[in-house]
Structures are given as structure tokens and as C-alpha cells.
């Protein structure tokens, strides 16, 4: 299935030629196939083909006091490993350019969920795949702004608004920025925290609000999930075209919850593929097509050796697994 993601990620023009490729003389995809239509697809769309199996189901409101919504010791201790993990995932992936707290998110619940002794309960509400990937989004979120400011480069969608911003102003981002404006680096620093505050001041008492969302009827809920998944899509590019690809991914992230595949996978290899294929090609152009040029600097060897050992910690367990099955038939 990755190995399908990677494809699609390559649709679109050749970064190197600038020639049309994998479209299939469809002009919608000269662009490539967009993320946001496609993660829409995937956790909207399905999400809303699954519910339908259950629409008759009965739901239940928990009605609870203000003071029993704070996180309790038992909470806490879950949650403590959970939020260390998530928190040095998302500030080492959201430094890198590409996905940021998408990736960094996705790595952490699946993190969480690996080092779980009952990842069943992964998606029936256990604290330990909500405390992990919220905090690796928000470490991700604000690490984002460490190569915007040092080095002028965006990590990110948002961040690349932000440098614009910042340049409509005659702010450069870059090594100067500290020195010659500290005021907006600090003030940026500080607006962190007081952010993080403001949302414990708003969510908390609001959350008897929110809950009202859940007493909307599903005949009601269901065409208004639909109707922002079709302005979001539709509003990132203005093309059609992209409203197709997110039912496409719709029924195929259906197909795959239904088979048990977890699609968080496809949105890390659907992001990462374009990095990874911009980055060996120019490789591979400095090096006249040479491959050793990997294995010449030592981190690049390291990072190479690494790989291959974590692919083979994640075929061995399946081969004795089909091994043992074999045998016992």
C-alpha cells in the first residue's frame, strides 16, 4: 500500500523536467494529487461512510461537573510517557520542511499504539493515543518556527504564510532577524505561552457547548461534515477536479477501515515521497549517477543502516508469525 501511496505522490510534473507524468492526459493532475483532498477522503469522507452502518445507534450524552473534567492521577501516569515521546517526535519532525504536525502526529499515535500492551483499545478513547499526538502536534507547531526564523525556510504550509507576512513588513527571516529585531522573535516566543493559556481559559468553560454538537441528529450532522470537506478541498486550489479525488480516497479509506488497514501510513508516505524522490535525484546528479555516494559520509550510512535494520524489525515478527501458523496447521 505504500509502495501505491509513493506512486501518487510522484503524479504530476517531474521536478527535474518539468514534464507531465503518471496523468494519464487528465489535467486535473498535472498539479499532482492535492493532500488536503486526499487526508479529507481519508478521515472525513470514511468516516462518514462508516457512521451510516451505525445510524440507528443510540448516543448517549455523559453529563458530568466542571471539576471531573480535569485529567485525574491515573490519567496523568498514562499520559506522562505518552506526552515525553510526542513531544520529541514533533519537535524533531517539525523542524524538517514537509508535514510537520500532520507527520509528526500520525508518528506519534502510531508510536504510542506499537508501544501499547492493549493497542485494541486505540480509537475507543484510550488517553494514550490522544495525549501522544496532541503533543507532538503542538512541539511540531512551534519548532516550526526554528528554521523560519534561523534560516529564512518554511517548514510548512502556515510557516510559508508567515514568511510572506513577514516580508510584506520588510522583515527578513534569517540569522539577523534575532539581533536586528529581537522584539518580534521574543514577542513570537511569548505569544506561545499566552496562547496555550488562552485555550485552557476558553475550552474548558465552553466545553458544555461543544458537547451540544453531539445532540445534532446524524441526518443533520452528516451533510454538514460533507459540506466543509467540499469547501475545504475545493477552496485550497479552486479546481473540481480535487472534490473527485476526495470521494476517490473517501470509498478507498472506507475500504481500508473495513479491512483493517490503518490509512495513517498512506498521509506519511503521501508526504514524504516528493522529499524523498527531490532528494536522490539531485543526490544522484551530483554524484553522475553514482550510488556509492550514499554510503561515503557517515551520518548518511548510519542513516541508511538504520532503515534497513527498522524494515527488517517490521518483516521478521510477520515471517515467524506465518511461520508458527504454518507449522501448527
Known amino acids: ?3 501505491v501511496v509513493l506512486f501518487l505522490s510522484l503524479v504530476g510534473q ?3 523536467t518539468g514534464r507531465a507524468r503518471f496523468t494519464f492526459g487528465l489535467m486535473g493532475l498535472v498539479d499532482g494529487v492535492g493532500l488536503v483532498p486526499l487526508v479529507m477522503g481519508l478521515f472525513g469522507i470514511s468516516e462518514v461512510l462508516l457512521n451510516l452502518e451505525m445510524l440507528y445507534q443510540k448516543r448517549e450524552v455523559i453529563k458530568t461537573r466542571f471539576r471531573d473534567l480535569f485529567p485525574t492521577g491515573e490519567d496523568w501516569r498514562r499520559s506522562a510517557s505518552p506526552i515525553g515521546r510526542g ?12 508535514g510537520g504536525a500532520v507527520i509528526s502526529s500520525f508518528v506519534s499515535y502510531g ?7 492493549h493497542p485494541e483499545e ?3 478513547g484510550a488517553i494514550e493515543g490522544v495525549a501522544g499526538p496532541e503533543s507532538a502536534n503542538n512541539a511540531a507547531s512551534s519548532s516550526g518556527f526554528i528554521p523560519l526564523f534561523s534560516l529564512g525556510i518554511p517548514a510548512y504550509v ?3 504564510l508567515l514568511l510572506g507576512a513577514l516580508m510584506i513588513h520588510g522583515l527578513k527571516p534569517g540569522p539577523l532577524l534575532m539581533t536586528e529585531h529581537p522584539e518580534i522573535f521574543w514577542g513570537t516566543v511569548a505569544s506561545m505561552y499566552v496562547g496555550n493559556v488562552m485555550l485552557l481559559v476558553l475550552n474548558l468553560p465552553l466545553i458544555g457547548i461543544w458537547v451540544q454538537v453531539l445532540k445534532v441528529p446524524y441526518r443533520n450532522l452528516f451533510p454538514l461534515i460533507l459540506l466543509f470537506c467540499y469547501i475545504g478541498a475545493y477552496s485550497i486550489s479552486t479546481n473540481v477536479f480535487d ?3 476526495m470521494l476517490l480516497f473517501g470509498v478507498l479509506g472506507y475500504i481500508l477501515r473495513k479491512m483493517a488497514y490503518e490509512p495513517a501510513p498512506m498521509v506519511l508516505a503521501f508526504v514524504l515521497g516528493p522529499m524523498l524522490e527531490r532528494n536522490l535525484r539531485q543526490a544522484l546528479i551530483l554524484s553522475d549517477g553514482n550510488l556509492s ?3 561515503t559520509r557517515p551520518l548518511s550510512a548510519i542513516s541508511l543502516l538504520l532503515s534497513l535494520f527498522l524494515l527488517f524489525s517490521a518483516v521478521v515478527p510477520f515471517i515467524q508469525k506465518r511461520r508458527i501458523t504454518a507449522i501448527s496447521e
Open 122 to 124: 486505540f480509537g475507543r
Open 111 to 117: 508510536v504510542e499504539k506499537k508501544f501499547s500492551k
Open 14 to 16: 517531474d521536478i527535474i
Open 87 to 98: 513531544t520529541l517526535i514533533g519537535f524533531f519532525l517539525g523542524i524538517l520542511p514537509g
Open 243 to 245: 472534490l473527485y479525488v
Open 1 to 3: 500500500m505504500k509502495k
Open 293 to 295: 555516494v550514499f554510503l
Open 158 to 160: 502556515i510557516m510559508a
